[in-house]
Structures are given as C-alpha cells and as structure tokens.
C-alpha cells in the first residue's frame, strides 16, 4: 500500500514512474539500514549508483543487505567514510579506512618517510663500521683487490 502511495505521489509531481524505480522503491522497504539519517542513506544511494555504473551492481537484497551489515560493525561516520573511500578508490567492495586498520591511531610513516629512515639506517651503520675498523667512509667500499 505505501509503495502505491509513493508512485502516486512521484507522478503527481511530475514523474513518469518505471518499473526501476518501482524496484528501488520496494527495495528500500525491505533493506533494513544500520543507521537512517539522510548522510548515510545519501551516501548508500551514491554507493549503489556506482556498483551500477562499474557493471557490479547487487544480485539481490541478501547481498546488499550483508554489506550493510558489515557497516553496522562501525560508528556512523566511520561507516559513511568507508563508503567514501572505497568509491575514491575504485574498489568493489567496501574496506576499513586507514584510521581504522591502525585502531584508531594514524599512520605515523608514509612510504617515503620509512624509505629515508632506512636510509637513515645505512648511513649509521657506515659511520659505525668506519669508527670500528678505522676507516674513512669512502674507503669502505674501495675496492681492495688492487
């Protein structure tokens, strides 16, 4: 009965009423959303639209509805940055945001901030071996076969 309030309601307003929009209206009725503010709901619709658009939509409402599952798992935010993030990034299904993985704490290196600490690293590791066998860095790696 609801579902012939809202067509009613569509076409009055203007709007040819097709069988897909029938279908996402009903579809909205049986999903059951972990959180119902209008971000989240704004952000699943957009989440939709893109599986649609990268040929990967869901096959049915149990698939759909364990996805949303999944995000129940999270607070609200979290679960709408997830979404955010798994859309930016182009992936199929959506994944915990870096903060996350890291519980809650950010990733203190980037890739190449651990790239000079390992340089770092070598270059001490020189300067102790220089110190140890008595020898200038540039001697170190002289050849010693002439």
Known sequence: MEIEKAIQL???NGYKVTKPKMNAIARRQ?????????????AWDLWLQYRTEIKKPYKGIISEQAALKKLSKYPEQE?????HQSIENTW????ETQKTRNNGKQSSTSKSDQAFQRQNGLEQIRSATSTIFGFSQEQQF?????
């Open 10 to 12: 569509l076409e009055a």
């Open 30 to 42: 049986q999903v059951i959303y972990p959180y119902t503010s209008p971000e989240f709901i704004q």
């Open 79 to 83: 679960a709408i940055d997830m979404i």
């Open 92 to 95: 199929q299904g959506i994944f």
């Open 142 to 146: 002289t050849d010693f076969t002439k």
